[in-house]
């Protein structure tokens, strides 16, 4: 089992920054890769970039160049920090965990935190 806890959301004026931060607790030896999602009202979950214990990342196209990612392995902390950010960015941002386990048999999970609400005024 994975525990996330989201914090760093708040209030900003269009073109301003934040940082998100996930701290995860648990089975933490297990997890392959963590990410950042990101809900808008009345719309489905998205992804908004994901990051690999080796720290592969990836980005979805309309964060490239403002958002970073990163990870803290020894910490067990992840991080986004937001700049530059378009009332588009507004929403709940969630903290997601995939863990790989081989025995008894391969499995892998997803865990996701709470919600950290986001709001860009224009």
């Known amino acids: 089992q994975v525990q996330l806890v989201e914090s760093g959301g708040g209030l900003v004026q269009a073109g301003g920054s934040l940082r998100l931060s996930c701290a995860a607790s648990?089975?933490?030896?297990?997890?392959?890769?963590m990410g950042w999602y990101r809900q808008a009202p009345g719309k489905q979950r998205d992804l908004v970039a994901t990051?690999?214990?080796?720290?592969?990342?990836n980005y979805a196209d309309s964060v490239k160049g403002r958002f970073t990612i990163s990870r803290d392995n020894d910490k067990n902390i992840m991080y986004l920090q937001m700049s530059s950010l378009e009332p588009e960015d507004t929403g709940v941002y969630y903290c997601?965990?995939?863990?790989?386990?081989?025995?008894?048999?391969?499995?892998?999970?997803?865990?996701w935190g709470q919600g950290t609400q986001v709001t860009v005024s224009s």
């Open positions: 648990g089975t933490i030896a297990s997890i392959n890769s």
């Open positions: 990051i690999t214990h080796s720290s592969r990342i």
């Open positions: 997601n965990a995939q863990t790989v386990t081989l025995l008894p048999q391969p499995k892998i999970a997803d865990y």
